[in-house]
């Protein structure tokens, strides 16, 4: 009698072990398939900023390039050397505050994988638990 009770105490205890294991890997699905989400939300975010950037640096470009040439050529006969000194002054304070955005930009964006790491600190606080 003691033979069926042990055995049922075994198959009970592998059964335990494969639902253990069937729980293990659905959760690591879960996090891999959140992970995945999330480095496909950072790649279209990464590639739309990009985009925006192209397109205002062309048309900032474009605009700058004529307001150039009607400036200098407003000063050509009187203030010439003046008015290029005062136009390479702008451009260039507008260049260091451009790459201040930028530098704000790169430090402001959101922590890579932050979504991941909580899940993953939460599963672990819930498996510590006594």
């Known amino acids: 009698m003691s033979e069926p009770a042990s055995g049922d105490a075994g198959a009970g205890i ?5 639902n253990l294991a069937a729980t293990l890997v ?3 699905r879960t996090r891999f398939e959140l992970l995945a989400t999330e480095i496909e939300e950072e790649r279209i975010r ?13 048309f900032f470009a474009v ?6 040439i009607l400036f200098v050529a407003v000063f050509w006969d009187s203030y010439r050397i003046t008015a290029i000194v005062t136009l390479a002054g702008i451009f260039l304070a507008a ?6 955005c930028v530098r704000n930009l790169i430090k402001a964006r959101p922590r890579l994988f932050s979504a991941s ?9 819930q498996l510590t638990r006594p």
């Open 14 to 18: 592998v059964q335990s072990l494969r």
């Open 26 to 28: 659905a959760l690591l």
């Open 46 to 58: 990464l590639l739309q900023l990009l985009l925006w950037a192209a397109v205002a640096l062309f």
């Open 63 to 68: 605009g700058i390039v004529l307001l150039v």
């Open 95 to 100: 260049g260091v505050g451009a790459a201040m």
């Open 117 to 125: 790491l909580e899940e993953l600190a939460r599963d672990k606080d």
